[in-house]
């Protein structure tokens, strides 16, 4: 009965959490040219490099803006690849009053597609609420069999610094078949993880539940394509007391494992 009670808490925490992140992913976030400038001068990049910037009001205090931008790094002129310096910055009306750097290197798994800032309640403790950002990925033309997208990072604020508390992949996919061959029917999986707040907590913070549903999408030869959903994974993250660490090796295990044979051979048993 415990069980059944957490997994409809978790299952409640799940649907807010998606409904959250549907309704702050469809605002405009572009920054306005005083953000932009801003952000130049403090960094110290010149305006033409900036890649893109975007800011929304933080959440609980509006006179604090969060914004990301990318600046395309000096000397990164090729065509197909480029470099950039990314950064997380909080602003009290126009000063930058904290922030933390990171580095996009685009290759033929990568090509930086957007940085999406998400203001979903990630509540951690009573007095502290975590912000994400959202890394999408828009590779290049090329024949890969997997690749992960939508990479989400939790930062809370600090006086003075932002720190990164949980960096976590939210879309997987792998070819099964057919992709990078000559083959009539095409086997691909995919998995979305979603995160919800838990109520019970480790070393003050409240444990994140990650809950990842995954289907394969079969295409035939004769066009028609059929849906296999598989088990969901949940894992729970617990705070270290530095930060939420990252997945264990079940879930690469669950998400690498043949589950379309497994379930072809439960649908003969029966």
Request: aromatic fraction near 10%; proline fraction near 4%; glycine fraction near 4%.
């Amino acid at each position: 009965m415990q069980m059944k009670i957490r997994l409809a808490r978790a299952s409640i925490l799940l649907a807010l959490s998606l409904l959250a992140w549907n309704c702050h992913a469809a605002e405009d976030q572009n920054c306005s040219a005083d953000v932009s400038s801003k952000l130049n001068t403090y960094f110290k990049r010149k305006p033409e490099d900036l890649a893109l910037c975007h800011a929304k009001a933080f959440p609980g205090d509006p006179q604090l803006t969060i914004a990301v931008s990318a600046h395309v790094d000096a000397g990164s002129d090729s065509d197909k690849f480029k470099s950039y310096t990314g950064h997380v910055a909080v602003l009290d009306r126009s000063t930058v009053i904290a922030s933390y750097e990171d580095e996009y290197e685009e290759d033929d798994g990568f090509g930086l597609g957007d940085l999406v800032i998400d203001t979903a309640p990630y509540i951690l403790a009573s007095n502290t609420r975590a912000f994400g950002v959202r890394l999408f990925n828009s590779p290049p033309p090329h024949c890969n069999d997997a690749s992960q997208n939508n990479s989400l990072t939790l930062y809370i604020h600090e006086p003075a610094k932002l720190r990164p508390i949980l960096s976590i992949d939210t879309e997987y996919w792998r070819n099964i078949e057919g992709v990078c061959s000559s083959a009539r029917t095409v086997i691909n999986k995919y998995a979305k993880l979603y995160l919800s707040i838990s109520k019970s907590s480790t070393n003050k913070f409240n444990d994140i539940i990650v809950t990842a549903v995954s289907h394969y999408e079969i295409a035939g030869e004769d066009g028609k394509t059929t849906i296999v959903n598989v088990k969901p994974y949940v894992e729970i993250l617990k705070f270290n007391g530095k930060d939420y660490g990252s997945l264990s090796s079940g879930f690469e295990a669950w998400f690498n494992a043949d589950q379309l044979h497994d379930h072809a051979m439960s649908s003969d048993a029966h």
